[in-house]
């Protein structure tokens, strides 16, 4: 027995060394853990330093960037971002301070902020901050959530003294605000409900205790206040009213009177009436522009001004940075309501939202005068309008005489000297030099050239003051701006003269106005004339016709000089224009007899016809657009060195095996656009730009096309010995692979951008255009100048983001694909695009500053149509120079007998004596006194007589 036991206790001893080692295992592996779980917890420790290093690198960049342009909006709130992540309670409350003094805070923003000042004024136990930030959040926009959240935090408050009563005020406040939003003021009614059923419960005598005289007394007027809320909800048109009405019935003991039965049905029918506009605002897309005006125009016709004004608030909290929605606001208000604290709020927080906007500024200082405001406060109004960065040069001017106009309204003129006086004369002389330095360094124009500021203040001091030695020296001031020449100037000038003046300062001005105005003079000499008439006597008569004579006998002779070089040079045109026609038509018809001759290679030159053919006639010209440049892009058509009148005599004498060879596949080409079925314009596009030397052009074009859809062929026009020109078209098996086609437009091929464009005869639409110049402003679209060549258009969408929605990026550049530094962006509306003009011109970009404007193409001149004679009176056609422009170092190598003099130049007998005559023709038109062209001819002539 004794071996089994002993091999009993051997298994057991086995089994519990096992068991030994097991748990020495399992503890080294928990050690070992342990040692990892340590070393990764120190790897996140290291890893955590390292981002708050990099956070703390980009807090202070940013705070840096802020000391630098305090109005950079984005940059407050990733400032403010990054100090939440941090938990930087302090400077967080700092950032955010310096944010709303600057803007008017979202209503995301504030409920952020106002939760982190609830749960600190917690451990603070102070109230009174946060009922203060609470104030100033439902300033700037009327936000149901924001009074819903003062609300129950004053709710919180009600234990302390006077607590019930402050806890009221917030929420009459509050229905009052927002109580008419039909979608979201049901919420605040039903809370203002639950408090006073709480306030109930608190008044309410314990069961089967009989309540005392004055506890009855609050309970019945804690019930009526419960009855009032509900009738006062019921008479409004809101979302879910049924509802309300139900519970109403359930509450009450009495049922619900009749008066409240009316009332509720009356709102019935005004939300059914407002149900079609709010459905449009439920399912359209922010901003909701368009539906938000259709409901206030049904607001405004319906008449009831409460309603109006949250119909006006709910749009701005959506539309905050739409200007023409804050002046219907306000206009509103100023005619209609006339509500001091209202109107001035609403003007404020106009100014915050759109400071760029001249006319806000200028609504919100007449607003202050015609409701009482001190001077002071309406002096800092306009300076922080000269400091909001117009857009316009003209905005200045504006704002600086609504603020003139305000001071000259403060005068009292029956005094000789006064304060108000003296502010008036400095306010006027400031603005002057404002508009000199600061306004004309900024936009290059002065914003006022007709020198409005200072007529003012000239009738000002002749009117009030009664000084006219002043107003003198304004307006010769005036005078020698440039607006001398002008006729109405001077009038305006004679008229001051002849109310406040005196007849010799009168006479003075006429005969001034008479030999510097060049716009209108025989206006002015008649004005001198009547005078004289008048006031003059025989010798003022005489002196005044004379003088008048004179001047308009010199005008009448620049006139007639002015009209008869515009005459010639039109007339230079038309036969410059005659002559190319004639010199195409002749080398047509030379090739044509040349092609005639040659009867072994009539099938070749009727291809080559009707390849010339196609190039002039289906190449359609490429047009740029939206301001890209000022010039037309037409497709390249080069005809050999000469250019495309180009002598063709040695031109078609090459042949040979080795020309053979070269139009065998022009040949073959040619020969498959003869068949009408593979040429289908409808299913076509035409590309052009593409480099000559371009290797394997159609095979490349096939590989870029096919992405398209199918392609059908390529077809490439060639030159008469097969070289490339550049450009041809792409046929696609559908035409629904055009629209997909006409994307890749700008798209670079061997180091060029290629042009795409629909295929179109010329020949049957004359006047298509793919490209349309847009000569009217866009004020959704800025344009930016100055930009490194180096600059992408992604780098460019990165640094236009922050400003608004982008919809293009667009660069410009030469055909040859080089950029010129020059870009459009178009916003999503004007708003963002005023912002990016407003907070991106002047930033450098990669060492160059550039200039940022909203895009206003200048106007062109529109290309005479086809066939059509220019006329003569109305176009001044441009001076041709030769092909180094007009530099005058040039030497010139024709001979002196061939030298023409120019028309109307001539001194000794006209240009048609001096010219000889060649033929009838051409004598008869030197006798008419018209210019003509010289044939070969003539100059072989002109050299035998020398």
Known sequence: MAAPGNAEQTQLQAMEEEEDAGVEEREMESDEEEGMGVENSEDEEEESEEDDKENEAEIQRLEEQLSINAFDYNCHVDLIKLLKQEGELLRLRKARQKMSELFPLTEEIWLDWLKDEIRLSEEDSSREKVYELFERAVKDYICPDIWLEYAQYSIGGMGSPGGIDKVRSIFERAVTAVGLHMTKGQTLWEAYREFENAVLSTVQPPPGRIPSREEQELLNTQLERIHTLFRRQLAIPLMDMETTYAEYEEWSDKGVPETVVHLYRKALQQNEKCKSHEEALLVAEPPKLAEYQAYIDFELKEGDPARIQIMFERALAENCLVPDMWTKYATYLDRQLKIKDLVLSTHERAVRNCPWTMSLWKSYIQALERHGADHQSVSDVFEKALNAGFIQATDYVEIWQAYLDYLRRRVDFSKESSKELEELRAAFSRSLDYLKQDVEERFGESGDPSCVIMQIWARIEAHHCKNMQKARELWDNIMTKGNAKYANMWLEYYNLERAYGDMTHCRKALHRAVQCTSDYPEHVCEVLLTFERVEGTLEDWDTAVQKTETRLNRVNEQRAKAAAKETNMARHEEEKMEQRRKAKADKKAQKKSQKSSRGGEKRKAEQDEYQEDWNEKSAPKRQKGNGDNNTDEYMETDTGLFGRNAPSGNKAAAGGAKH???????????????????????????????????????????????????????????????????????????????????????????????????????NKNPEFKVFKYNIAMEKHKIFISGLPFSCTKEQLEEICKDHGTIREVRLVTYRSGKPKGLAYVEFADEAQASQAVLKLDGVEVEGNKISVAISNPPRRHLMDKAGASRPTGETTPRQVYGSRGRGRTQLSLLPRSLHRPAAGKVENGTAADRAPPSSTDGAAANAAGEPRSLSNSDFAKMLLNK
Do not use: W
């Not at 060639?718 to 559908?734: A, I, L, M």
């Not at 994307?743 to 629909?758: A, C, I, N, Q, Y």
């Open 660 to 762: 053979a060879q070269q139009g065998a596949v022009v040949v073959a080409q040619r020969h498959n656009d003869d068949q009408p079925e593979l040429r289908d314009e409808s299913c076509s596009v035409f590309i052009s730009n593409l480099a000559y030397t371009l290797e394997e052009p159609e095979a490349k074009l096939e590989a870029v096309f096919e992405r398209c859809g199918p392609v059908k062929q390529v077809r490439l026009v060639t030159g008469n010995r097969g070289n490339f020109r550049g450009y041809g078209y792409v046929q696609f098996e559908s035409a629904v692979s055009v629209a997909e086609a006409l994307k890749l437009d700008r798209t670079e091929v061997g180091g060029r951008p290629m042009f795409v464009s629909p295929c179109v005869d010329k």
